[in-house]
């Protein structure tokens, strides 16, 4: 079997590249503050404002254990969303660094 070597250092230097690893930089960075922060509101509302996460919101479910289930459905949304837009964005900006890469 064949080995085919690449020079890495010049795709890493390549303006496709750097645009593609900047977008995701920049679109992974954003969501994992948000759901740093999503994730922290939990225990930190939890400890502070036990009056909210004692409101009933449906029979014996109160607000604490919707907001604990709610970052289930978070954490799926953003994996769908992240898909989207990879499969849009980053994916098309790969293939066109692959096709250049190519020739």
Known sequence: MATQS???????????????HHRKQRFLFGWWIFSTVYYFLLPIGAAYATDLFKIKVIG???????????????????????????????????????????K
């Open 6 to 20: 690449y020079d890495w250092a010049a795709i890493a230097k390549n303006p496709k590249f750097i645009e593609l």
């Open 60 to 102: 014996v479910i109160n607000f604490g254990y919707a907001f604990a289930l709610s970052q289930f459905f978070v954490s799926w949304g953003l994996a769908h969303y992240y898909a989207h837009v990879a499969n849009k964005d980053f994916d098309r900006l790969t293939r066109e660094l692959v096709s250049e890469l190519a």
